[in-house]
């Protein structure tokens, strides 16, 4: 059984993601990570475009833009360029990572995915489960 205070230390980073989510200007998906290392959080993100570039994500048809950076490429690249590091951290996600940003996850030493709404494609969760990252998905209420 897991542990009740792991539970709710991660039900309580979830909600922090989803909140983050919001300041995403992205209309299709709003989409927020926290990565904790060491029981801090170390960074956040949200999919968004690149600094310096304009706030919308998608174009007049709807359709997101090409550069626009996925919540977790943002969290893990703001550690990057920080003295901190993703190892053995856990990373918060409102929604399941996609296939190229499961390998920046595995990549960046992450050793921990917890999540609350499964993404259409899973292919980025099986290939991180095939890795040896413990991969768990948890439902959270809104209010």
């Given amino acids: 059984m897991k542990d009740t205070k792991q539970l709710r230390y991660d039900k309580v980073y979830l909600k922090m993601a989803l909140t983050w989510a919001e300041l995403s200007h992205c209309a299709r ?3 927020g ?5 060491d029981d801090a959080i170390i960074s956040d ?3 968004g475009t690149p600094s310096g570039f304009d706030n919308c994500c998608e174009n007049d048809n709807g359709e997101t833009h090409w550069y626009v950076l996925h919540a977790e490429a943002n ?4 550690v990057a360029k920080s003295t901190n590091n993703c190892s053995g951290a856990t990373l918060y996600l409102t929604h399941s990572p996609c296939k190229d940003c499961s390998k920046l996850i595995l990549q960046s030493g992450i050793k921990r995915l917890v999540f609350r ?3 259409r494609d899973t292919a980025g969760i099986d290939f991180l489960i095939s890795a040896g990252l413990e991969v ?4 959270i209420d809104l209010d």
Avoid: H, M, R, T
């Fill in 75 to 78: 969290a893990i690249l703001k």
């Fill in 29 to 31: 998906k709003k989409v």
């Fill in 45 to 47: 993100g949200y999919n």
């Fill in 117 to 119: 709404d499964k993404y």
């Fill in 33 to 37: 990570a926290i990565i904790v290392k």
């Fill in 136 to 139: 768990e998905q948890i439902q």
